[in-house]
Structures are given as structure tokens and as C-alpha cells.
């Protein structure tokens, strides 16, 4: 059965936004307050966390703006040298792209899972509506068969 409509899972609302802000804003106080222990270690891992959180809840769209506000964050305050954009040295530029990568696919493997739950849902609401249907006419033919009896 095709479902056509399982895109429409996520809430379409400004408050999905307003909780990926929020999410990565405490996402960033939490590896700020962590810093002096990781130091560059580990710079996305608590935005990695919140962007999962976000995808789950409301869809790829508020999770990629919230992806791409953790990395513009962990890139300025996390890795050295802290407080600018410049590359230290190219390696950093194949992190970047490396946690890129993890944030896409964390999105879009959460996105399609959440799609395949959704359209489950709905396969099985149409299943019970059709059974209801079908419930009533069996229940209107016997009643007719007893009649003509």
C-alpha cells in the first residue's frame, strides 16, 4: 500500500524552531561548561545529541538549522584556535566535514525511521477503518437475510 502523506509527521510549527534554538543554545552552555575538561575534544558531541533529539521530534528542518548553528558554534569556541574561523591546520578542515557528515546522515536516518513509523500508523488506521466498513455492511447483509428468511 502506497502512503503518500508520510512526510507529515513532524509538527509544521514555529515552536519546533523555537526548541532546536533553545536545544542548541543549552547544548552549547553545557560543552562550554565541559571545555575546561575536553578541551578541542569532542567539540559537537552535545550538539550531535541535541540535533538527534530535535530530528526525532520535529523533523529534518528544525534539526539541520540546528546542525548548522552547532557547527558554526563548535567551530568558533571549540576548536583551536578558539574565538575565529581559521583553520589551524588542514586536518580541521576534514573534521568539519567529517562531523558534517555525521549530523546529515544522523538526520536523515532518524527522518526516514520516523517516516517508516508514521506510515505504520497510518496503514494501520486505514486497516481499522476498512474493517469497521466492512463489519457494518457484513452486519447489514445478515440483517437482510433474515428478513427474507
Known sequence: MQILNARAWAPHTTSAYIYATVG????????????P???SNFPTLFFLFNTLIISF??????????????????????????????????????YIVIYSCLFGVSI????????????????????????????KLSSKNNNRHKLSS
Open 24 to 35: 542548541t543554545m543549552a547544548a552549547f552552555v553545557i560543552r562550554y561548561l565541559f571545555h
Open 57 to 94: 521530534n520535529f523533523g529534518w528542518k528544525p534539526a539541520a538549522l540546528s546542525s548548522v548553528a552547532a557547527m558554526a558554534l563548535a567551530y568558533y569556541f571549540f576548536i583551536p584556535p578558539y574565538g575565529t574561523f581559521d583553520l589551524e591546520n588542514p586536518m580541521d578542515a576534514l
Open 37 to 39: 575538561f575536553l578541551g
Open 108 to 135: 536523515f536516518y532518524t527522518e526516514k525511521l520516523q517516516r517508516e513509523r508514521y506510515r505504520a500508523i497510518l496503514i494501520a488506521r486505514v486497516c481499522e477503518s476498512r474493517m469497521r466498513i466492512m463489519a
